[in-house]
């Protein structure tokens, strides 16, 4: 490469009457206020990969992410450096062709602006390149930096911070943009985020094939449906289906698709799997497969998630919340809807025994799900896949002529792709097929036959049958007994055809360990052996015997468990009118808040004085929630290892009427505290003009609660609308300052009304409850009087150590509370346009 011309090796290797990517040219050096741009590019070559280029000294250095990049801090990518190219090249998508440089599609991933934090000269030739991306995907600080003698060998790391996400691999190339993509940078200013309409596509989330089901009690478990995932998009006037490699299949099942539009739902996403069953309550595969071929008349959608709905971005909510939310969708369908509902099992089977039970049952196997984990897209170790029969995927590359009474197709001859992009023989499959389905598969892959061989490795093949060899693109599903020492499948007997599967996506599929750490194991409560009879019974709080009192639940300030207790204790007689009769939400920390924390609304041992089990209404007719009844309940729940206590908007015996609004502000993280303040005073107004009283909390976060207490006429589904209303009338109000939608990424700088606090299922956080925060916060009652731009009420200015003496304040501010209650009237509602 010339010294003086950055990209002669660009235009040695191209041919720009064939190709094409753009010919440009090197320009001079940017001023330095000018920001630089950067690209990403989706690279479907012989192998996928990720070509990230940033602009310097007039072109785009470059570097190919054979994995693409990954938001864990724990994980580099190896990022190879590669020719510099145009800075015209930021731009350009398109199909280079066979034969040429880099021949396949390239498609713009992402793009923005990116901020070096070191001299660039002088960390490129160091090799150590620290900087920030502000773009659609990726944003926060990076580091690339050169690996050992060769050059061009780098790795390409996220750094920690708030944009840094533990534990998610590769999910991040899977995910859809959080807006629309951004235009090109050209008048080379910060772009601001639009408003997110609805999707037009949501990748799903995939399951892990793991050896074994966790130990913990945070999974939830479903049947293992064998049948094709599909997700349906409805914008309120009609519902569209999708499969999981996002390939519209409304026409393919076009009587699903009508009933489901009947039902008018939306806007929104459900996430499920088309099955058919047997007469056994089984899926059936061949059935499915059969039914497709046929019109698909009759097949059965089964849902089981819920990534959006009605104008909020679930996905970064736990499982518990979507659940919650599907539980409310399918509580408004009537019983002959199109659809139903994925039931979790029962609860009470945990670990191995979960298992057992399904395989007992005939199941093909279970999916697990962590109850406290978000919805990402693409393969996480949140869902896992536990099997009661292998099976596996294949790529159909060929197949045998048939001998003897055999008609039509001998054997499939099948593979996996290897880690170096290259096809795997794993062996022939002859069994499987009657005849009528081997005349069909031949008719399949007749027009798909080529003279090459695809397969890394001609295979040996037994005989002197003549082989058709086919383009790897048909995707199989196998079972088979076991895997030999050669990597080929023993016993395969065909299952039927994945047309909803890509076949670059087909790997070997090998069962993970599941890793646990002792945060994640159900704790053990019992004494521990040998311990004397009267240590066991000297921590003793209300009659109830603490285990492991000085086990540290706040590191800052040092908070034990005993105190965690003494404070519930203290705290009680103010608490309890907060929780009684109201259906709750634990947040458990059973090794302290440094460690895993997960919510749970079921104790699945006996349960302790004080705690009963409540029956509350859901989706498919009701379950049981803890409720506390007595004073030693709250300190029964501090030594199960309870944190935080959130309650429903309702009570028992009526937990279908709605007897409270919750109104969440939540502000971008770094908005100040007298907007926080604004926000809660036009809350305030708003609500008191249509006649309703407030009442106002602290969260013992970063916002505040304001709380109307309501007669308890209405249902849920009514209040809810109402909470959207008030929510979506103060951003149309003030647009600059409020949002009602739920993204993070859709904030920028305004305060989130959050009105999903009211929906059936949602909860709150109790007035006087602690948070699992640093500074150990409570949730503090307030007089409006104390509500001043002069002194910031947030995070921990309320503490495990002060709550107690602010008490007596905080109770007197809500003294009238139930005595202002209001019904939630039909001209309130009309007056924000809520349609009863």
């Not at 105190?563 to 259906?583: M, T």
């Not at 030693?632 to 409270?660: F, M, S």
Request: charged letters at 30%.
């Amino acid at each position: 490469m010339r010294r003086d011309d950055p990209l002669s090796t660009y235009h040695a290797k191209r041919d720009f009457r064939q190709s094409p990517e753009p010919a440009g040219a090197a320009h001079r050096r940017p001023r330095a206020d000018t920001p630089l741009q950067f690209v990403i590019q989706r690279h479907d070559a012989r192998r996928l990969h990720y070509d990230f280029r940033l602009e310097w000294g007039g072109a785009l250095k470059s570097w190919a992410v054979p994995k693409g990049p990954s938001l864990d801090p724990d994980i580099q990518r190896l990022a190879v450096e590669v020719e510099d190219h145009p800075l015209d090249y930021a731009s350009f998508e398109g199909t280079i062709p066979k034969g040429h440089y880099g021949a396949g599609d390239v498609a713009v991933w992402d793009r923005g602006e990116w901020v070096p934090e070191d001299d660039v000269d002088e960390a490129l030739r160091r090799g150590k390149l620290h900087f920030e991306l502000r773009g659609s995907r990726l944003h926060g600080s990076w580091v690339l930096f050169r690996t050992g003698g060769d050059r061009s060998q780098w790795m390409l790391k996220k750094r920690r911070d708030r944009h840094a996400r533990a534990g998610d691999g590769d999910a991040v190339l899977h995910e859809p943009l959080p807006h629309k993509a951004a235009a090109p940078v050209k008048k080379r200013g910060r772009k601001k985020a639009s408003e997110q309409p609805l999707p037009e596509l949501v990748e799903p989330q995939l399951a892990m094939l793991v050896d074994r089901p966790p130990a913990s009690d945070l999974w939830a478990y479903e049947i293992k449906y064998d049948g094709y995932r599909m997700l349906t998009r409805f914008d309120g006037r009609r519902a569209r289906i999708f499969s999981r490699n996002g390939l519209e299949w409304t026409e393919r099942l076009p009587r699903l698709a009508q009933q489901l539009t009947r039902l008018k739902l939306g806007p929104g996403w459900l996430d499920g799997e088309i099955v058919v069953m047997d007469e056994q309550g089984h899926t059936d595969f061949h059935a499915l497969q059969a039914m497709l071929d046929n019109g698909a008349a009759d097949v059965e959608y089964i849902v089981f998630d819920v990534p959006w709905w009605q104008g909020q971005d679930l996905r970064d909510q736990p499982l518990t919340e979507r659940l919650a939310v599907l539980d409310a969708i399918f509580a408004t369908l009537p019983a002959d809807a199109a659809l139903s509902r994925s039931k979790p099992l029962d609860p009470r089977h945990v670990g191995q025994a979960v298992l057992d039970a399904a395989c007992r049952l005939g199941l093909e196997g279970l999916i697990g799900k962590r109850l406290d984990a978000p919805y990402r897209a693409g393969r996480s170790p949140h869902w896992i896949k536990l099997k009661c029969r292998a099976e596996q995927e294949v790529v159909i590359a060929g197949y045998t002529e048939p001998r003897g009474s055999r008609g039509h197709l001998g054997a499939l001859l099948v593979g996996v792709w290897g880690d170096d992009g290259q096809l795997d023989y794993a062996g022939r499959v002859g069994s499987g097929l009657d005849t009528a389905g081997l005349e069909a598969m031949r008719k399949r892959l007749q027009p798909d036959e080529t003279g090459t061989c695809p397969f890394r490795r001609k295979p040996a093949l037994p005989g002197a049958s003549k082989v058709h060899w086919v383009q790897p693109r048909h995707v199989a599903q196998v079972r088979f007994a076991t895997w030999s020492r050669d990597g080929l499948l023993r016993q395969a007997s065909f299952v039927g055809l994945r047309e909803d599967k890509p076949a670059r996506e087909v790997v070997r599929e090998q069962a993970r360990p599941i890793k646990e750490n002792r945060a994640m194991q159900t704790p053990n409560t019992a004494p521990r052996t040998g311990t004397p009879a009267a240590q066991r019974g000297k921590d003793a709080v209300m009659g109830v015997r603490i285990t492991s009192p000085e086990r540290i639940v706040f590191s800052v300030p040092r908070v034990t468990k005993l105190d965690v207790v003494r404070y519930h204790e203290a705290i009680a007689e103010h608490l309890l009118p907060q929780l009684l009769k109201r259906p709750l939400s634990l947040l458990r920390c059973p090794q302290g808040t440094g460690g895993e924390c997960f919510f749970q609304k079921h104790i699945e041992t006996a349960l302790p004085p004080g705690v009963e089990s409540v029956e509350v209404p859901a989706s498919d007719g009701t379950d049981q929630q803890v409720m506390v009844t007595r004073p030693e309940g709250i300190v029964a729940l501090a030594q199960y290892g309870n944190v935080e206590l959130h309650t429903w908007g309702a009570r028992a015996p009526k937990p279908d009427k709605v007897d409270r609004i919750t109104m969440d502000l939540d502000p971008d993280s770094d908005l100040p505290w007298t907007q926080v303040v604004e926000a809660a005073q036009l809350t305030r107004v708003l609500l008191e003009e249509l006649g309703l009283a407030t009442f106002l909390k602290t969260t013992g976060g970063k916002g505040l609660h304001v709380v109307v207490p309501l007669k308890a006429t209405r249902g849920w589904d009514e209040v809810k609308a109402f909470a959207k209303a008030v929510a979506t009338r103060m951003a149309t109000i003030a647009p600059q300052r409020f949002t009602a939608r739920l993204s993070k990424s859709q904030r920028d700088g305004r305060i989130f009304i959050d009105y999903l606090r009211n929906g059936r299922g949602a909860t709150a956080i109790s007035a006087y409850s602690l948070r699992a925060r640093e500074g150990a916060p409570v949730s503090m009652p307030l007089h409006w009087d104390e509500l001043s731009t002069r002194k910031d009420l947030r995070g921990a200015c309320f503490n495990i150590r002060n709550a107690l003496a602010h008490a007596k304040d905080a109770a007197a501010a809500w003294a009238d509370y139930d005595a202002q209650r209001k019904t939630l009237s039909v001209k309130m509602m009309k007056a924000l346009g809520v349609e009863i």
